[in-house]
C-alpha cells in the first residue's frame, strides 16, 4: 500500500495553467503505475492521464490530449500533471492513484490506492 497526497490545485483563469504534485510514501514508488483522475460535481470520476512504471509510457483521455501532460520522478516519489490551456469543463477534484499493474489502466477499478484530491476551478 502507498500513501498519496495531492496538491497544486487552486483557482485560474481559462487559458491559464496549474502544475499538480502528488508526493507518495514508502520507498517503492518505482514499483508503481501512477495514474490522474477528476470528478466534477454530479459527474463519475474520470481518467485523465496515466504514466508507467519508469516513465516511458503515458497516456491520455482525449479531453485532455496536447494541453495535460503526466510526468513523474521516482527520486522524489512524485508524480506530476501539468495543465496548460485549462478549460472551465476542467474544474473538478482532481485525485492521483497507484496500481501495481504494468498496465496504463484508465478505469478508477484498476487502481488500488487514492489521494484525497485537490480542487481545481477554471473561470471562464
Known amino acids: 500500500q502507498v500513501q498519496l497526497v495531492e496538491s497544486g490545485g487552486g483557482l485560474v483563469q481559462a487559458g491559464g495553467s496549474l502544475r499538480l504534485s502528488c508526493a507518495a510514501s514508502g520507498r517503492t514508488f518505482s514499483s508503481y503505475t501512477m495514474g490522474w483522475f477528476r470528478q466534477a460535481p454530479g459527474k463519475e470520476r474520470e481518467f485523465v492521464a496515466a504514466?508507467?512504471?519508469?516513465?516511458?509510457?503515458?497516456n491520455y483521455a482525449d479531453s485532455v490530449k496536447g494541453r495535460f501532460t503526466i510526468s513523474r520522478d521516482n527520486a522524489k516519489s512524485t508524480v506530476y500533471l501539468q495543465m496548460n490551456s485549462l478549460k472551465p469543463e476542467d474544474t473538478a477534484v482532481y485525485y492521483c492513484a497507484a496500481t501495481r499493474s504494468f498496465s496504463l489502466r484508465i478505469v478508477t477499478t484498476g487502481y488500488d490506492d487514492w489521494g484525497q484530491g485537490t480542487q481545481v476551478t477554471v473561470s471562464s
Open positions: 504514466i508507467s512504471r519508469g516513465g516511458g509510457s503515458t
